[in-house]
């Protein structure tokens, strides 16, 4: 993907897989690329149609659940970027978790019984449900990787107010029950996940928070397939699931965990194509619609960003 020149371009960000462009210091331009990242360290080889799957889950997602908060988004003028109202970002994660697995899990299995000041309860299998969701927010780094934290020390080191705290904590519950229920439509149980808030306004006229970047996609989120889970957890069967788990899983499996010195396996053909079938997967599963690949040329893309951008802008 080329570097995008938009007019009254302010900033411009590339991150692990998507490319932000500020525009005018009010909006922000989000391409989702085809990257693909795992262990915060960014892999070789891109995924065909990736960022199309990312950016349209999002959308939806979004769109699904502005009755609960307000969010940035403000329009998809092409199947891999969004545009929206540029955030103040809370600089940590809410991490949800319905399900003991992933990080908690290796955690759990470490012996450990507190995660982010959690206390994590004895006698818990991998995969199973904890007895309420829990919040185990992470620090979002710059650079290198996010750090676990607790509600005590975001609000004691003033990374966040106890007031705007308590309102993302209240908006993270009631998104994950939201996304819940979206994914038992689909036959689908929606394990943990992710949110990014952030404030809009200023000090004289006030703030209000909004919810940032994608949510609920396969990046940001974990699905397990409901159908037979019960029968799954009595045999201490692995799951059988829709995320990016199992791109960790395999950087696991070849001794990749991000670490120094460690390096990233080989990614064949086969794989880079099994991985983009997956995402497609979990996007028709997800939505419950089929998935059309597109592909635009950056031409066309740039000149109906630009079409969008000033759509909005003349409506603002």
């Known amino acids: 993907m080329q570097n995008f020149e938009f007019p009254q371009q302010t900033n411009f960000y590339r991150g692990k897989v998507r490319d932000v462009f500020t525009i005018a210091d009010k909006w922000l331009v989000m391409i989702a690329s085809n990257r693909i ?7 070789p080889k891109t995924i065909p149609f990736k960022g199309q799957v990312l950016n349209q889950i999002a959308a939806y997602m979004l769109a699904a659940t502005q009755d609960i908060c307000p969010n940035w988004l403000k329009a998809t003028p ?3 970027s969004a545009i929206g109202t540029k955030c103040i970002p809370f600089k940590v994660e809410m ?29 818990l299998k991998e995969n199973d449900y904890f007895p309420t969701p829990i919040i185990t927010p992470s620090t979002k780094a710059e650079v290198g990787h996010d750090e676990d934290i607790s509600r005590e020390d975001i609000i004691a080191r003033g990374i966040v107010s106890e007031a705007d705290y308590s309102v993302i904590e209240k908006y993270t519950y009631a998104l994950f029950e939201k996304g819940k229920s979206l994914a038992a439509r689909q036959g689908l149980i929606l394990v943990d996940t992710k949110y990014e808030f952030g404030k809009i306004g200023d000090e004289e006229n006030g703030y209000e928070i909004y919810l940032m970047d994608e949510i609920h996609t396969p990046d940001s989120s974990r699905y397990f397939y409901a159908d037979g889970y019960e029968e799954r957890q009595a045999k201490g069967e692995k799951q059988k699931q829709l995320s990016k788990e199992f791109v960790r899983e395999w950087l696991i499996e070849n ?24 995402y497609i997967e979990l996007y028709e599963k997800v939505i419950g619609e089929k998935f059309v690949p597109q592909e635009l ?8 960003i630009i079409l969008s951008l000033e759509e909005i802008k003349t409506s603002a």
């Not at 697995?101 to 994590?120: D, I, N």
């Open 37 to 43: 990242s795992a262990f915060d360290v960014i892999l």
């Open 78 to 80: 092409t199947p891999n």
């Open 95 to 123: 991490v949800i978790r319905g399900n003991l697995t992933g990080h908690a899990w290796r955690t759990y299995q470490e012996g450990k019984r507190t995660l982010c000041g959690v206390t994590l309860p004895e006698g």
């Open 255 to 278: 001794n990749f965990m991000g670490k120094e010195g460690q390096v990233v396996p080989e990614m064949s053909e086969e794989w880079i194509k099994t991985i983009s079938i997956r």
């Open 297 to 304: 040329d950056d031409v066309t893309t740039l000149e109906k």
